[in-house]
């Protein structure tokens, strides 16, 4: 079972990473020149970084950048669930 202070340091290693949401770009997929990058700080047109991943596959770029987004709902609902039911 992962306890309290495991989540704490899943989240701050979480919150000290670049700015998001981040989104996947994937070449033929979402644009059609360059590379496939993850872009970081995506809000309604605002764009942050970009970076690649050498010899990361599509899946992986999509699993990395919407990490980003899900380890904090993960990490939400782990603490949800645990709370006694009287809280």
Known sequence: MINEQELVEIEKRCKHSTQGPWKAYIEGRDHTSG?????????????????????ARADDYDFIANAKQDIPRLIEEIRRLKKPHNQ
């Open 35 to 55: 590379s496939h990058v993850i872009i970081t700080g995506v809000k309604s047109g605002d764009y942050g970084e970009a970076f690649e991943i050498d010899g």
